[in-house]
C-alpha cells in the first residue's frame, strides 16, 4: 500500500522508487556514503553538469571514467561519440 500510495502518481517515479524505499528501511544503514551534500560521487555515479546539462561524454574522457570511484556514468550518446560507448563495452568484458 505504501509503494501504491506513494508513487501512484509520481513524475519520476522510475528515478527514485529504490532510494525512497532504501532510505525508508534498515537497509539505509548500510548504504556506501552516507554523505548527502548533492555530491554525486556519494552515488558511485559521474555526472559532469560543468561541461553540459549534463555533459555527453566523449572519447577523451574514457581515461577519467575508468579511474575515477564512480561505478555509473551519465551521460553517453552513441549519435554523439560512439568510440566511447564501444570502450566502455569493451573495458567491461575485460578487453582492455
Not at 25 to 34: A, I, T, Y
Not at 76 to 84: A, G, L, P, R, T
Request: aromatic share 16%.
Amino acid at each position: 500500500e505504501f509503494i501504491r500510495k506513494t508513487f501512484n502518481y509520481s513524475y519520476c517515479a522510475d528515478e527514485v522508487f529504490i532510494q525512497t524505499l532504501i532510505m525508508n528501511s534498515e537497509f539505509k544503514n548500510n548504504l556506501f556514503n552516507k554523505n548527502f551534500d548533492n555530491d554525486h560521487y556519494a552515488c558511485l555515479r559521474c555526472i559532469d553538469w560543468k561541461r553540459g546539462n549534463p555533459w555527453i561524454f566523449r572519447k577523451d574522457d574514457y581515461d577519467m571514467l575508468v579511474n575515477s570511484k564512480a561505478i555509473f556514468a551519465r551521460k553517453f550518446s552513441e549519435k554523439v561519440d560512439k568510440d566511447i560507448v564501444d570502450m566502455i563495452f569493451i573495458n567491461l568484458k575485460g578487453e582492455i
